[in-house]
């Protein structure tokens, strides 16, 4: 829309300083004959914009002159771009609206340094993706995403035990994990998660629903997971651990360590921790050998003298 354009050139030109055509419209994506006609609309309007000729010219707006959009401080500014993650807006697509929020952000402060987006991606990056990135796709990300704008009822197939599944759901919400996203919604009555990578189809209806006032996101996201993992299968294990690996092993995902005591070994704690199954702490435990000894459950022992037996006996081999 023109407006929108007309509005992005006043803001870049109070970010940047003087810009030539050339420059606007490169970053506007349009020719220069249409820039030279926007800068008349704009002069038309009363924007005070000056035009310098020559190698070094172009255009600028008069010393002094300003918009005034939010009165926002630098430090306000960073929090919201710092909080915007690249894999989540292309996931949406709304790169170009960031981009544009970021042109009116950089005009909300008197007091910055030129261009802070800039200023700011060059000392702080945060990367949305894992190290193992999620090879899942999201062919009705964008049909959720448009129906939990406008509050309308969604029907989609899923499969549940080797069957598909069809309702209708109110979506509330959108979560991205871990580069996975969820989707919260209503339906029948009941509050339901739904993987969105999962669904065979979605499809928007025309019907509208009344989303609950009492209803937050961002809470309603906290307590599900906490019940999630409060639901998990537990596998209560002994241990002996070196102090040297202790903090390590507590920052171990599937782990939970619950009590922490001093051995009769100088430089060991005895350790009671969590794991979901027999067979994770068995992998985890080996991963951590030899600073991590199981006392018990003796199951547990056995399978990892049996593991430690094979691992051996696969290396004599060679």
């Not at 010219?57 to 430090?75: A, F, H, I």
């Not at 042109?103 to 945060?126: D, G, M, T, V």
């Not at 006032?213 to 596998?235: G, H, I, R, V």
């Not at 992998?283 to 051996?312: C, D, H, N, Q, Y």
Request: proline residues 4%; hydrophobic residues 40%; contains cysteine.
């Amino acid at each position: 829309m023109r407006a929108d354009r007309l509005l992005s050139i006043l803001l870049l030109l109070q970010n940047r300083g003087k810009m030539t055509s050339r420059e606007l419209a490169q970053t506007l994506e349009v020719s220069e004959r249409t820039v030279f006609r926007d800068m008349e609309a704009l002069c038309t309007a009363g924007i005070p914009i000056l035009a310098e000729r020559g190698r070094e010219g172009g255009w600028m707006l008069t010393e002094g002159y300003r918009t005034s959009l939010t009165g926002m401080k630098p430090s306000e500014i960073a929090t919201l771009l710092l909080s915007a993650d690249s894999s989540i807006l292309k996931d949406l697509g709304i790169q170009n609206d960031f981009s544009s929020a970021v042109l009116k952000l950089e005009a909300a402060s008197p007091s910055r340094p030129n261009n802070p987006a800039s200023y700011l991606s060059q000392r702080i990056h945060i990367d949305g993706a894992s190290w193992h990135p999620s090879e899942e796709t999201y062919p009705f990300l964008s049909v959720l995403q448009e129906a939990v704008w406008e509050d309308r009822k969604v029907k989609i197939t899923y499969p549940r035990n080797d069957e598909m599944k069809e309702r209708f759901i109110e979506p509330l919400g959108l979560v991205a994990k871990r580069g996975v996203w969820y989707v919260v919604a209503r339906t029948e009555g009941e509050m339901r998660t739904f993987r969105v990578s999962r669904l065979i189809q979605a499809d928007a209806t025309y019907e509208s629903f009344v989303r609950p006032e009492a209803f937050d996101l961002k809470s309603y996201w906290e307590q599900s997971t906490l019940a999630f993992k409060a639901a998990l299968p537990k596998y209560v294990v002994n241990l002996k651990v070196n102090e040297s690996i202790l903090k390590e092993l507590q920052r171990e995902r599937y782990v939970t360590i619950t009590l922490v005591e001093p051995s009769a070994n100088t430089g060991w704690m005895n350790v009671e921790a969590e794991f979901n199954a027999i067979e994770s702490a068995c992998r985890i435990v080996l991963s951590f050998s030899p600073s991590v000894i199981v006392l018990a459950p003796i199951e547990l022992v056995g399978m990892v003298k049996s593991a430690i037996k094979t691992i051996s006996a696969i290396y004599e081999e060679f």
